[in-house]
């Protein structure tokens, strides 16, 4: 291991047989995290070429168990977000493209970084189980179209080590850890294909278009090479996605989408990424005509019920879903005010993850437990008009003197002018 950690500080390019025993030695236990802490710093600062992407992303993949495309029936298909903040896309989007009628085997992450993660989300709702068998879980996706797991010691369990670990060692932002952390888990879905969203923006890992374009050539050209359809949008996370950032608080704002009600940009997300599947899986031959087929699953209440399915299959308590309002969330809040008038220019959404996490919603040390409760409303978004003392942002958090510790990080997250702003675009490139 020695050899290894050395030959990537020093640049050299890894062998597959180097790269499979760093993964394989250290899901079972035979090298400390420390070790392994070395391993994720060499390659982020160093770097991976390809071919190495390639063959991490085949050892962590094999690390537990990957299901044949054979043992669920129909077009397999599943989106996967390379992280956000407020990014709660998958709880509409999965039970909303299995309600039109294809299969959503997924398995998603926890918070990492700054970022929120979709099963830190859903186990805001009592009982809800992240952990299916293999056989459980292709049963599930058989039966009603969609289930939502996370890396077990069954599926990836290279991920579910190594993601924990670089959660807490500065090692995220990092091409080759993402690309072989998100291919990693789509591959063991057996899977058909998979649409990609890529995050640019102050609350994304690739802050510059060129880095996000370099990360989606990443993961389509690794996926392609595992003979995989990839297609991936660059969306925008200069600002949180929603009115919403934390974990029982996202989950409610996720229902109200299902229910018809979502905000605009988060329908508009969970609706540019679904015709891409659609269209993938061939339901559909336009665009606009998958936007129909959409729209008519969730005014139906299609997509609802199909949530409704997920929940009740992995062991949550479904009275949740039908009222939202029993999700836990903070009863105290604390404003953040404006400190002018004008209209929000920009938002650093990258300190409203961060100053979250703070408040309890993530984890700063492996293995943390989390606080479900805490949350963020964001008041004002891009382009909105604020006058001096109107909130920007209201605190919910039990915890005084937690909240008065992010209270002016928050606000130094604003930017306000004199000139209105144009909102950002929220799909800034298709790249099929
Ligand atoms: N999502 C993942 O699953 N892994 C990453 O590294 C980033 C986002």
Same mark, same amino acid.
């Given at each position: 291991?020695?050899?290894?950690?050395?030959?990537?500080? &020093?640049?050299?390019?890894?062998?597959? =047989?180097?790269?499979?025993?760093?993964?394989?030695?250290?899901?079972?236990?035979?090298?400390?995290?420390?070790?392994?802490?070395?391993?994720?710093?060499?390659? @982020?600062?160093?770097?991976?070429?390809?071919?190495?992407? @390639?063959?991490?992303?085949?050892?962590?993949?094999?690390?537990?168990?990957?299901?044949?495309?054979?043992?669920?029936?129909?077009?397999?298909?599943?989106? #996967?977000?390379?992280?956000?903040?407020?990014?709660?896309?998958?709880?509409?989007?999965?039970?909303?493209?299995?309600?039109?009628?294809?299969?959503?085997?997924?398995?998603?992450?926890?918070?990492?970084? #700054?970022?929120?993660?979709?099963?830190?989300?859903?186990?805001?709702?009592?009982?809800?189980?992240?952990?299916?068998? *293999?056989?459980?879980?292709?049963?599930?996706?058989?039966?009603?179209?969609?289930?939502?797991? $996370?890396?077990?010691?069954? @599926?990836? *369990?290279?991920?579910?080590?190594?993601?924990?670990?670089?959660?807490?060692?500065?090692?995220?932002?990092?091409?080759?850890? +993402?690309?072989?952390?998100?291919?990693?888990?789509?591959?063991?879905?057996?899977? =058909?294909?998979?649409?990609?969203?890529?995050?640019?923006?102050?609350?994304?890992?690739?802050?510059?278009?060129? &880095?996000?374009?370099?990360?989606?050539?990443?993961?389509?050209?690794?996926?392609?090479?595992?003979?995989?359809?990839?297609?991936?949008?660059?969306?925008?996370?200069?600002?949180?996605?929603?009115?919403?950032?934390?974990?029982?608080?996202?989950?409610?704002?996720?229902?109200?989408?299902?229910?018809?009600?979502?905000?605009? &940009?988060?329908?508009?997300?969970?609706?540019?990424?679904?015709?891409?599947?659609?269209?993938?899986?061939?339901?559909?031959?336009?665009?606009?005509?998958?936007?129909?087929?959409?729209?008519?699953?969730?005014?139906? $209440?299609?997509?609802?019920?199909?949530?409704?399915?997920?929940?009740?299959?992995? #062991?949550?308590?479904?009275?949740?879903?039908?009222?939202?309002?029993?999700?836990?969330?903070?009863?105290?809040?604390? +404003?953040?005010?404006?400190?002018?008038?004008?209209?929000?220019?920009?938002?650093?959404?990258?300190?409203?993850?961060?100053?979250?996490?703070?408040?309890?919603?993530?984890?700063?040390?492996?293995?943390?437990?989390? =606080?479900?409760?805490?949350?963020?409303?964001?008041?004002?978004?891009?382009?909105?008009?604020?006058?001096?003392?109107?909130?920007?942002?209201?605190?919910?958090?039990?915890?005084?003197?937690?909240?008065?510790?992010? #209270?002016?990080?928050?606000?130094?997250?604003?930017?306000?002018?004199?000139?209105?702003?144009? *909102?950002?675009?929220?799909?800034?490139?298709? +790249?099929?």
């Amino acid at each position: 291991m020695y050899d290894i950690l050395q030959k990537k500080r &020093d640049g050299l390019k890894l062998s597959s =047989d180097e790269v499979e025993d760093f993964v394989t030695a250290y899901v079972n236990g035979k090298i400390p995290d420390y070790v392994a802490a070395a391993f994720l710093m060499a390659v @982020f600062t160093k770097g991976m070429d390809s071919e190495e992407t @390639f063959w991490l992303t085949q050892a962590m993949m094999n690390s537990g168990v990957v299901l044949a495309p054979g043992s669920m029936q129909g077009f397999k298909i599943d989106k #996967h977000s390379t992280g956000g903040v407020g990014d709660k896309v998958t709880i509409v989007l999965a039970p909303l493209i299995a309600a039109c009628g294809l299969k959503v085997p997924m398995i998603s992450g926890r918070g990492l970084g #700054h970022t929120g993660g979709t099963l830190d989300k859903l186990e805001s709702i009592p009982g809800f189980k992240t952990e299916l068998s *293999p056989r459980d879980f292709a049963a599930q996706v058989n039966r009603i179209g969609a289930a939502i797991i $996370g890396q077990s010691k069954e @599926f990836v *369990p290279a991920d579910m080590k190594l993601y924990a670990l670089r959660d807490v060692t500065g090692t995220v932002e990092s091409i080759p850890l +993402i690309t072989s952390s998100i291919l990693s888990k789509k591959l063991a879905e057996g899977l =058909d294909g998979l649409v990609m969203d890529i995050k640019l923006g102050s609350g994304a890992f690739m802050k510059r278009e060129e &880095d996000a374009l370099e990360l989606a050539e990443s993961i389509i050209t690794t996926g392609r090479r595992m003979g995989k359809k990839v297609a991936a949008l660059i969306t925008d996370m200069s600002q949180p996605l929603g009115r919403t950032v934390g974990n029982a608080i996202e989950v409610k704002e996720a229902i109200s989408g299902l229910r018809g009600e979502g905000p605009s &940009d988060l329908m508009e997300l969970v609706y540019a990424l679904g015709e891409r599947m659609l269209a993938m899986a061939g339901s559909t031959r336009s665009p606009s005509e998958a936007r129909g087929v959409l729209l008519r699953s969730i005014e139906s $209440g299609r997509a609802l019920d199909r949530f409704r399915d997920i929940v009740e299959a992995q #062991h949550g308590d479904v009275r949740y879903v039908d009222h939202p309002e029993l999700l836990e969330v903070s009863d105290k809040t604390w +404003i953040a005010e404006s400190p002018e008038s004008g209209y929000v220019r920009a938002i650093d959404a990258y300190k409203i993850g961060s100053a979250c996490v703070e408040l309890g919603a993530g984890r700063e040390r492996a293995g943390q437990e989390i =606080d479900r409760r805490v949350g963020l409303v964001v008041d004002k978004k891009i382009g909105e008009t604020v006058e001096e003392g109107e909130p920007l942002i209201e605190i919910m958090c039990d915890d005084a003197s937690k909240a008065r510790s992010v #209270h002016d990080y928050l606000i130094s997250a604003y930017e306000i002018g004199s000139q209105k702003e144009r *909102p950002p675009d929220l799909v800034h490139r298709t +790249i099929d």
